[in-house]
């Protein structure tokens, strides 16, 4: 199978204790794609700029993304720029300016309309929605959000919500769309709203997957260092989403064990800034960490 | 083989959006031997005043603790009030009335000095290594502790730590005690210092047990509402504390088993104010939860 991967292509500048990067490859479609094409075939749907260094674009290509629906108009690529706090957790967005990315409204090559599992990463669910409508014969639908649209877009994310097989938020996020506090009740909660699966991301304590009567923990895998956080959820969803569309199964044991690559794919990605780790990692290092993975459960 | 514990009893009013309730029975000692005594003969030392009700006493006897090293001295019992906040995480202090716990040393019967497994629960680091100076054939140490104690008598604290084999922590203390971002280093870290091995609490999401190049993580029981966090760490500890002594065995594995159990145990104690479900708790609704967490990291 394929999976269509729609979301932010961007450069990045990010500041943390362990340093500084300008104009790095990001962007939630960036990381998400990566993670995925590792699996399967992946097509990346975005916007940049006609400033979008060309080697970003080789990258995709030569990580497995296919590009055809990756659009290039004469502007500015959308550029973020991020400071962290000390405990890599918690940062404040110094700037965003979106560029190209203000006015995009995502056409869908007739070619890619087939496609049949879509993962919409972190992106405005207005945007998210007009993907949607566009595909023919859609079978799993994952999407990832933020608070930022939990916030400003309310309708058009539930909207989104309830068109979704598998929603994925972090636990602020599943509190804030639920007024829950326990994180198994939002899940229900959110469940009850269409996802068939709801993915609880747990940051450094791992993650949770809630399908009907059924639940599935996993830990995050254990680092001494992280070095750059973000694109950690982009890349464990697009692993998951890379996963089941190479095993063209989406029930809830192998979104289980999709959850897992994602675990494994997103230690290796903020193991270094930007994609430079994800895209380095090899086969045999994942299957380690896998394996690490399944025997830290076990007593 | 029996546990000594030693740690606050107190009375406790606790504030929440479930309700409020005044001079429950409270204290970290008092819900680990609870805890303990499922498992093993469980000795409670501490200190009490004449005020105390001869009901918590007595309910202590019914659930097999023994309290011939609970003093009771003419005066006012520790008395603590707080009040949790929205998200039953984080709280404030309203008063802590140390009556006669403030000049309190605590002296350890002859009887019970040859008792091989003790856990230093939640109490100044001085009266912890008072404790320890008086047993004669200490076999295995359990210790926990609290930020106030870190920042107001870290040094009696390091030294406790280095005469612990088990150290307990929640993640921000096990962060304020190393200054590491990373919980993985942060317990290889302390594990430097003395215990043999390190657990650390994450709340909502678990508990991690480190030893030698051996990692053992465990989800939190999931439940859709909790009633009242006081005195669930104090609970996981000292089921885990009853659960090695009733094996007699100490390696990693049964710790591991220990800590599935201190998982499931409180899970119920927080279901209610108090101790008032976890006296209640049936072994075979233990043993169901205990099955529903390995379940809940197979996939």
Redesign the interface.
């Known amino acids: 199978m394929s999976v269509l991967i729609v979301g932010s292509v961007a450069v990045d500048d990010v500041e943390n204790c362990h340093g500084k990067v300008t104009r790095v490859l990001g962007g939630a479609a960036s990381f998400s794609s990566v993670a995925a094409a590792r699996y399967d075939h992946t097509e990346l749907v975005g916007i940049v700029g006609d400033d979008f260094p060309g080697q970003h674009v080789e990258l995709f290509k030569q990580q497995g993304v296919g590009t055809q629906a990756l659009e290039v108009k004469p502007g500015k690529t959308f550029h973020w720029g991020g400071r962290y706090h000390?405990?890599?957790v918690h940062r404040d967005t110094l700037f965003t300016k979106l560029g190209v990315f203000e006015d995009w409204m995502p056409v869908i090559p007739e070619a890619l309309r087939g496609i049949e599992v879509v993962f919409l990463a972190n992106i405005h669910p207005l945007l998210q929605l007009h993907v949607l409508e566009q595909m023919q014969q859609v079978r799993l639908v994952g999407c990832d959000t933020m608070n930022l649209w939990i916030n400003t877009a309310r309708e058009a994310l539930d909207r989104v919500i309830e068109k979704s097989d598998i929603l994925l938020v972090n636990d602020e996020e599943a509190r804030m769309l639920t007024g829950e506090?326990?994180?198994?009740?939002a899940a229900?909660t959110l469940r009850a709203r269409g996802p068939r699966i709801v993915i609880i991301k747990?940051g450094?304590?791992?993650a949770?997957v809630h399908g009907e009567g059924r639940?599935?923990?996993?830990?995050a895998y254990?680092?001494?260092?992280?070095i750059d956080p973000t694109g950690a959820g982009d890349t464990f969803a697009g692993a998951l989403m890379g996963y089941l569309a190479r095993g063209n199964a989406f029930e809830f044991?192998p979104v289980?064990?999709g959850v897992?690559q994602g675990t494994v794919l997103a230690s290796f990605s903020v193991e270094d800034f930007s994609l430079d780790r994800l895209t380095k990692v090899t086969n045999e290092e994942i299957g380690q960490r896998l394996e690490e993975l399944s025997q830290?459960?076990?007593?």
Chains 1, 2 share one sequence.
């Open positions: 000390d405990d890599l506090i326990s994180l198994n009740k229900k747990r450094e304590h791992g949770s639940l599935f923990c996993v830990p254990p680092l001494d260092e992280v044991e289980c064990r897992l830290m459960v076990r007593c």
